[in-house]
């Protein structure tokens, strides 16, 4: 769990056994498994300098020498015996504890000798036989094969010269069994654009310029900071008008997403995965390629500028993460060897029933450093600013969505997958310990117990959980019509009695807008006008429940359709006054959220809230109060379930003096009806819902009032000084 610090993030420690070279691309030319240099052709005449009597003539031998040197000719096999592994390298690796394999496997463009090329190494220990093939060899199995090490890793590599950046290439494997396999490169940085599947020899190298909002992360990422997140899926976020069926390019989106994001106030910005995926339908989350950015939108610098220039406008970045389960293509990861090396042997726990898809082997050593080595790529290369991990639950649970018979208990008889709560607990320790300014947020359904707790307290160590329960409480809720709203009074209120049990993320997600479960807007009850006010009053339920935000693309300015992955956002609705009251309303959210520390100083514990009237069921009005650390803070919140407005309604308040209406949903701006208290209320020293002060006002219908004391005028003598 992150703690509040102004120590800036500590690189992983960095190794330096060969230097890198940021090479271009080389001309594909052949080379010969040796370069034998016909040194009689190459002898060079030259006029012989007077020389003292007792120095010795020079011998054939040193002439020949120096005949090579002068014409630069270097003898290198097709792939040199070179290695980028040291000992410890192949101890950590082994025993699961290397989290920056990245630096090591994949391909490296390095000079070697004094020449220019590329290093390449895989692990496949059950191989009889790797080799790279690509187009600088014609695709041709068996000209380029790699070496196995001695020391029973399973790693294959070699220094092949003349590659550079941008060749496109695959591994050829040869199984135990005799299986050809044609595998991309599961470290490789880049990928061809899908359907094309071949990996292509890049570096990461950018010079960021993001060096203040590094430095002062932790004031942006802290659990008692405001944390609105506003989650994108990249390839429908937008299109061009004039393309509608073409991506938007990571630049691009960083000309149009950013100053959006900024404008509508989100602190943060979560990217549904951008890991490369062989099938887009899948929206990303069916993994091929875990350390390159998916090629249809740019290249992994244009993503670093995407990130820059969010880091600039002063927003953090998620990046949504899968360790949970990876597709079964067969150029990927499924059976990478010929055998089960990354996913589970035993189908009970390695395929997944839901996804049909294929879970890791979190019991492997490897395959832990693999994962982690992953998470940390992101958060080190690409200054993520946090973790979103996928399918949290799905890892948790070895019965999860499997029938009787289809599950074998742990050893102690438990349903719990014990490899993978180890393998949790071991990347958030990594996570926090390398980045300490950065966030994990797990996507978790269960009651399982310590989610967002720290690890040497008994959790599993993430920074926030999202509020699954909450979120279909919240929803099935809003969906009843308000009439009948007083008989599930209690699934409105029900979530502050586990509220504080977790560091909870209030999400609307993406999952709540398909598979026919339509748009946020059309969930709600009622006509055009109710359907409307319904969203706003739901959405400021939501910014001013205890908890950090997240908000779906879309949701913001009330699409009617629910999400297509495969077009743009609705964006033409936005000419009319109901949609741009709806974003108004959002906006509006964000910067009350911003603008009152009630709201996020205390998100996580139970100081921060109390009910002042959570029982009137008859007239569907709840009544709570927020506080932060300085009671001038202190915020009342009102909403009025109903579309019957409320006059002269008393309510308790923790303090006498003045209250300000300081939000209010059904502002006429926001398209409401502009029912709103104008003027400060000034509390009476009446006694109401257990209060010794109360104050009479007016609740708008299907609305919420938001309302915070005036500070006392100082007394005279303060005024005089």
């Given at each position: ?265 989100f602190t943060h910005v979560e990217f549904m995965p951008i890991m490369e995926h062989p099938y887009y ?339 569907s009005i709840l009544v709570y109060g927020r506080m932060g650390h300085n009671r001038a803070d202190d ?87």
């Open positions: 769990m992150a703690k509040k610090t102004k120590t800036t993030d500590t690189p992983l420690p960095e190794e330096k056994p060969v230097k890198e070279k940021k090479a271009t691309k080389a001309k594909a030319n052949k080379v010969e498994p040796e370069v034998v240099a016909d040194t009689a052709k190459k002898a060079v005449k030259a006029k012989a300098a007077p020389v003292a009597k007792t120095t010795k003539p020079k011998t054939a031998k040193v002439k020949v020498a120096e005949a090579v040197q002068a014409t630069n000719t270097v003898i290198l096999k097709a792939v040199e015996p070179y290695s980028r592994f040291t000992d410890f390298d192949i101890s950590l690796f082994k025993s699961g504890k290397h989290f920056k394999l990245y630096e090591k496997f994949g391909s490296h463009v390095v000079e070697y000798q004094g020449v220019v090329g590329t290093y390449f190494s895989v692990w496949a220990p059950n191989a009889q036989y790797v080799s790279v093939i690509a187009n600088f060899n014609g695709w041709n199995r068996g000209s380029h094969s790699l070496n196995a090490r001695w020391d029973s890793s399973g790693i294959w590599e070699g220094f092949i010269p003349n590659v550079g950046v941008g060749e496109t290439y695959k591994y050829y494997i040869k199984s135990s069994t005799g299986e050809d396999l044609e595998k991309a490169d599961p470290f490789a940085l880049r990928w061809e654009v899908p359907p094309s599947t071949a990996s292509i020899v890049v570096d990461t190298f950018y010079e960021w310029t993001d060096g203040d909002w590094m430095a002062n992360r932790h004031e942006h990422n802290a659990l008692d900071k405001p944390y609105s997140v506003y989650e994108v899926h990249l390839g429908s976020w937008a299109r061009s008008p004039e393309s509608p069926d073409q991506f938007l390019t990571y630049t691009e989106l960083a000309h149009k997403l950013v100053p959006y994001v900024k404008e509508m106030g339908p899948s929206w990303g989350y069916q993994i091929s390629g875990y350390f390159a950015a998916a090629s249809r939108y740019g290249s992994p610098q244009e993503l670093m500028f995407l990130i820059e220039e969010f880091h600039k406008a002063g927003i953090g970045v998620i990046l949504d993460w899968v360790p949970s389960h990876f597709p079964g293509d067969i150029h990927a990861l499924y059976k990478f060897d010929g055998t089960h090396l990354y996913e589970h042997a035993d189908a009970r726990k390695g395929f997944h029933p839901d996804w049909k898809s294929y879970i890791f082997n979190y019991g492997r050593n490897e395959v832990r450093s693999f994962l982690i080595s992953n998470a940390l790529f992101w958060l080190d290369r690409y200054h993520a600013d946090g973790l979103r991990v996928d399918a949290v639950a799905s890892m948790l649970y070895l019965d999860y969505s499997r029938k009787h018979g289809e599950w074998e208990a742990n050893i102690y008889g438990g349903n719990e997958n014990l490899e993978a709560i180890s393998f949790l607990k071991e990347f958030n320790e990594a996570v926090y310990s390398h980045f300490p300014s950065t966030q994990t947020i797990a996507e978790e359904s269960t009651s399982f117990t310590g989610v967002s707790r720290p690890v040497y307290l008994g959790g599993l160590g993430f920074g926030m959980k999202w509020m699954m329960g909450w979120m279909h409480d919240t929803i099935d809720y809003f969906k009843e019509d308000p009439i009948h709203r007083k008989y599930h009074h209690n699934e409105i209120t029900f979530s502050t009695i586990y509220a504080f049990t977790e560091n909870f993320m209030l999400p609307f997600s993406h999952d709540e807008v398909v598979y026919g479960k339509g748009s946020m807007l059309r969930k709600m009850p009622g006509d055009e006008w109710q359907q409307f006010a319904n969203l706003r009053l739901m959405y400021s339920y939501m910014f001013t429940h205890p908890g950090t935000k997240l908000l779906f693309m879309g949701a913001e300015f009330g699409q009617g359709d629910e999400w297509n992955y495969s077009q743009s956002l609705q964006w033409h609705v936005m000419q009319y006054p109901n949609h741009q009251g709806m974003a108004a309303t959002v906006k509006a959210l964000n910067q009350l959220y911003k603008d009152e520390p009630a709201l996020y100083e205390k998100a996580f514990d139970f100081t921060g809230f109390e009910w002042i009237d959570g029982g009137n069921a008859n007239d915020l009342v919140i009102i909403l009025n379930m109903t579309p019957v407005p409320r006059y002269n309604y008393r309510i308790g308040v923790p303090a006498g003096g003045k209250w300000q209406e300081v939000f209010n949903s059904d502002a006429q701006n926001l398209w409401g009806s502009g029912i709103i208290n104008y003027d400060a209320v000034t509390a009476d020293a009446e006694k109401w819902h257990g209060k010794d002060n109360s104050v009479n006002i007016t609740i708008p219908p299907l609305a919420a009032t938001v309302f915070k004391k005036i500070p006392d005028a100082p007394a005279k003598y303060e005024l005089k000084r």
